[in-house]
């Protein structure tokens, strides 16, 4: 079973394009030794490669045909072994003993269960084929103005903006966000001085050149086989993108921010760089076990403090499991995408070894399609097609031009917003693994029922919470339930009690968005409002009293069918002031 369905994406390039520079390899060359080589006899003739004719989704087997995986115990007599079930080596890969075995075409399952009777082996499965895809439902197509103001994922206004500033959707909610803008605003006041970690992008690869990753991506591989990937073969040094899927995923990741150019992932710093690790390729984003494995081990030899995995499928591999294993045994944190079928997490995600990411709207409910079970550990912004256009996605770079960029939703973009939460906490100095993976769970935004939930784990992540312990939110209480009589001509005034012994005054206050249920309202200089504060319940603290025109208020397209008041402003001090209380409209 895949992750998701296969997905169409437009993308437009607004700035143009350029050839993708080629990167060598960071490390040596990854083949096996000689020695091992030959003791287990000669490999499998190139000159009959896997050959697959995939025009859909429902063409796509199971696995590879003609391919197994076999993973010996030591001092196992592999040629014998092989020889004696009628398969012979086709490839050594990165995990110790683990061999690609070429068998005849629908033996596999035979042979696989016939070597798993063998005490001299310790595990061998079908090269199961994952895939990469983003887009649940919908056409995927793209706006011409990609601005920070569309990045509802990173800061939830309650509107999408273009590049004039003017809305052109409303969200679900505002404040449904991972807090990215009070984080940005702690680390520009020198609240801490991010040092350098890398994320490991286990994907389709990434245009390396484009505006918002150049000089973020410092090496990478391929080990997609040929039959999948347009671009390059396996263990070749090509892991361009051919798809646009990991050069996505990598901008909601770690795309350069505060440099005046597109748009900015969660770890904007310039020294939280990036591994181009391509497992994955061509239009459906397929790939199998053996490049995933191979891919996981290569990142961790190479450097890598986090692990990106936005892929998936039905088969639970225990090659996978083995190089996740091997990850964390490094130190290294695997975070990977839950799926999209709105049915159990697919694998690796559902690895215990894999921190399990679900996927949220921007009404800060559960996406459509995000898997959910006992795995699922947090949940981020992946974004549901919750208009007619596609702003509830997520905006991030795209592969066609080093200017172009895409929408697109799923859970594999709400995972390279934890994966960019966790390079920029290693990069903070949290070195452990565990200790990150704790931090974001414990830091999270509770959603759903009280504590851990299937459907979104402890919550939607905090990245400003996580990165200082401290919520940047203050929390704003209704003294008495107003009313507003809509035929009246004066104005109204709705109270918010301070709650959280704060203190602070309206000199600090900028407010971002006021709504009474559905309609959003104008700002004070059109006349709609204006906020003083004053000690309403005599305790001692500010309190916001805001005056309302009800002539301005009509004006808005306010009925008497509102009822719900939100408020949501942001304080000089980097904090944000939050309240939602009731209204009676008469």
């Known amino acids: 079973m895949l992750m998701a369905k296969p997905f169409r994406l437009a993308a437009l390039a607004l700035v143009g394009s350029a050839a993708l520079v080629a990167c060598s390899d960071i490390n040596a060359p990854v083949g096996p030794a000689a020695s091992e080589a030959t003791s287990f006899g000669p490999v499998a003739s190139e000159s009959s490669p896997v050959t697959l004719s995939i025009s859909g989704p429902e063409d796509i087997p199971e696995f590879v045909p003609g391919e197994i995986l076999v993973r010996f115990r030591p001092g196992a007599a592999r040629s014998a072994i092989a020889e004696a079930n009628r398969a012979r080596p086709k490839a050594e890969t990165r995990l110790d003993r683990m061999w690609v075995l070429e068998v005849a075409e629908g033996e596999e399952l035979a042979v696989v269960n016939a070597m798993r009777r063998n005490p001299n082996i310790e595990f061998s499965e079908p090269n199961y084929i994952y895939q990469v895809v983003p887009c649940e439902t919908g056409d995927c197509t793209l706006p011409t103005d990609p601005v920070f103001g569309a990045k509802w994922d990173l800061h939830n206004t309650g509107f999408v903006t273009d590049a004039g500033g003017n809305v052109v959707a409303e969200t679900g909610q505002a404040g449904a966000d991972v807090a990215w803008l009070e984080a940005f605003n702690y680390i520009q006041g020198g609240g801490v001085t991010p040092g350098a970690s890398v994320i490991g992008i286990l994907d389709t690869g990434i245009r390396a050149t484009h505006q918002d990753l150049a000089g973020k991506v410092i090496g990478g591989r391929n080990y997609c086989p040929s039959f999948f990937c347009l671009i390059g073969g396996i ?8 798809n646009g899927h990991g050069t996505h995923v990598a901008g909601i990741a770690a795309a350069h921010g505060n440099n005046g150019v597109g748009l900015t992932g969660v770890a904007y710093t310039a020294d939280v760089k990036l591994l181009a690790i391509k497992v994955c390729g061509g ?33 639970a591999s ?139 784990g402890d919550g939607r992540i905090n990245v400003y919470r996580a990165l200082t312990g401290i919520d940047p939110f203050i929390q704003m209480e209704i003294s008495t339930r107003s009313r507003i009589n809509h035929r009246a001509n004066g104005n109204v005034q709705v109270v918010l009690l301070n709650r959280e012994a704060e203190t602070f005054g309206l000199e600090m206050v900028n407010i971002e968005s006021i709504r009474l ?41 306010l009925t008497p069918a509102t009822t719900e008041l939100t408020l949501t402003a942001t304080l000089s001090d980097g904090r944000n002031l939050r309240a939602t209380t009731y209204v009676d409209v008469n």
């Open 235 to 242: 263990n070749a040094n090509a892991w361009a993108d051919d």
């Open 318 to 456: 225990l090659a996978q499991q083995s190089a996740l294993q091997y990850a964390l045994s490094n130190n290294v944190l695997p975070i990977c995408a839950s799926g999209n079928d709105n049915g159990p997490v697919s694998y690796p995600a559902a690895f215990p070894e894999c921190m399990a990411v679900g996927s949220t709207g921007w009404g800060d409910t559960r996406a459509s399609y995000s898997n959910f079970g006992p795995q699922v550990e947090v949940s981020a912004p992946g974004g549901d097609l919750s208009d007619s256009q596609p702003h509830s996605f997520i905006l991030s770079s795209w592969h066609t031009g080093d200017g172009a960029y895409a929408y697109a939703a799923g859970t594999s973009m709400a995972t390279p917003q934890v994966a960019g939460l966790a390079g920029l906490l290693r990069a903070t100095g949290m070195t452990s693994a565990s200790q990150i993976r704790e931090r974001i769970r414990s830091t999270a935004d509770d959603l759903g029922p009280e504590g851990w939930d299937p459907e979104y």
């Open 517 to 557: 249920g559905g309609t959003p309202l104008a700002t004070r200089p059109n006349g709609t409002f204006f906020a003083t504060w004053s000690d309403v319940d005599d305790d001692g603290l500010p309190d916001l009293v805001l005056h309302f025109s009800i002539p301005a208020l009509r004006q808005n397209g």
């Open 283 to 315: 239009a459906l984003g397929l790939c199998n076990a053996a490049g995933i494995t191979n891919g996981i081990i290569w990142a961790v030899d190479n450097g890598a403090h986090v692990l990106n995995l936005s892929l998936g499928g039905g088969a």
